[in-house]
């Protein structure tokens, strides 16, 4: 017997309510009954991504969100700078350049924001750029980049922020409206606390107008065709049905708590995960501008990465995320964003504690956990 | 209290052990345990693919197997004939045409199936074709098409058969090996008894040739790049991890009936479903090549077929397909394929027996009931 806990940064965990939702016998998509459904998850999905625009809802991952937004935006040969701060940093690029865009890359230190000045002096010398192509929250790095500067860069120019959200919306405050964000993408297996398999995006109407001369080749990542199918309460091609109203349940969790609670939350969970690995002696990844989506520490001298993620999870049941790229092993991630409170902190630190001892790191065994009950604590009346 | 049915062709409905698999915890795509997985089902797929090729395993509507089909396989300018004998052929087209294809389409008669000459004709005349695009099931009319005979005319040709399989993978014999079908895709919503959200493509090493000059742009459905990591057991981006463990659930029900049993069983439904039809004298849409996954057949005259799709859902808790574009309000769709059985086909007739009474049509009930007993006792010992 042993229990097993997931506290990696993607998928997350499902509450139960989402599980069992999700096991309801099928239903057709083309009914009134799933009409209903579809019709108040995309409303609730708005509320989520703080927008009074349409958020899109695709069978895809993220990857195909992020790849729907450059096609349907853009044509060949448009102008776009990539903040390259990471592995989906990076994927922007990427995928800019699979479609023939000339990219601009961004390189950025893993493990810092970008410096909106540095985004500032490539804008002013490329007027013809037609979009920022950033993560609001790095994932591969845990660190998050200034959305909110970045959107004011390109608020009054004829060019898009465009902004990965993928671990970012429903984490912590990222008002898409109120900030100017022109494109917003996210998937379903992070703060929506859902098996992947949705990808969502919602565009600004500035973006609706890139959209209209885009001459990227597109097919089945078309939004007008999926806008135009939104309004009747469907999609273009079949839904994945049952995570659709897994959706429902997940979304009804998050307005139940609140949105500013839920960030709240996210707050306090992540700066116990701070100050446990301060407390613990482990260097943060991302100390400048850390992500509340999850917390990546170096792994001390002398203990290897990979085998301290294998034995946390085949030993321990604890499954947390090394590093990827040139990462690999010599970091360990703390997710603690979805479906993930208090306790869910004290298992992952006190894990971590414990497997260290076991690789031989000297520690005392409590000190993270008390440092992260110090801040944990704040969440009780 | 009502019992709800569903009988329409995709989604179809899940079995309760896929249902309860896919609810359990949530779990990492990137461990030993999601791989093990994963490594099962893709073996179990290609059994049912009746291939020795991988089958990549994308998250994505069946639509997004058929794009990712033209984009790794052409490159703009290149000709294909585009077998448009119903709403799917015709989705075939416009993919073709969104990436810069030329496409010859050869229009059939909605209900007809393509006349292999046809098609031979296009392929004399026109001698620089690199692909014939084809449904096995048109879905939209529930007629067949003649795979095999378009096989042996592309074979020897520097030409590929491209196959949408996505409601007849697993519903009738389909041995894209034995056949020399180059490209198969299919989708997880129809015999595959899943929830929609994966979608599934099998290339021949013929086909594998094609990508590697192909210049279509491409980024998340890479074939390449899924390859490459269905040998390490995994996929490019997130897939879609309950829908997976689900997945293996349903391949090995129907590894353990048997795949000729699962045809036989799927080929008894429809017989039945024709006969009840035909005793009924509700004239086949398909008459000639009809296929296996559903039987389409006309509203009689002075019952309006919008009316009557909607009064069996509403009212009785069967929902059955009605037509599509010109079709709409025409026909109604039974489906049998996936998780169905005697019973449900019994339930279908008795229903449309009891609908068509309501609506003011007469016919002797428990007619067409008998009819279909007549074929459906032939699978008890």
Redesign the interface.
Known sequence: MRK?Y?L?P?????PESA??A???????????QFSEIFKETAELLKHVFQTQEDVLIL??????AM?GTIVNLYSPGDEVIVVNGGKFGERWG??SE???LKAHWLNVEWGKAVDPIEVKKLLDANPNVKGVLVQASETSTTAAHPVKELAALTKDKNCLLIVDGITAVGVFDLPMDAWGIDVLVS?S?KAFML???LAFASLSAKAWKFQETAK??????DFKKERKNLKDNTTA???????IIGLREALKMIKEEGLQNVFARHDRLARAARAASAALGLKLLAPDAPSNAATGVFVPDGVEGGKLVKYL??TMGI?L?GGQDHLKGKILRIAHLGYVDTFDIIIAIAAIEMALVKAGHKLELGKGVAAAQKILIEGYK
């Open positions: 097993n997931l990696a993607g998928p997350t965990p499902v599980l069992l999700m096991a309801q016998p099928m239903i057709h998509h083309r009914t009134p069978a895809a991952s993220g990857t195909g790849e990427k995928i699979s479609y023939g998937g297996q098996p992947p398999g990227c080749p597109r097919f089945y990542f091609y079949t839904p994945p049905v049952s995570l999870r085949d499954t995320a």
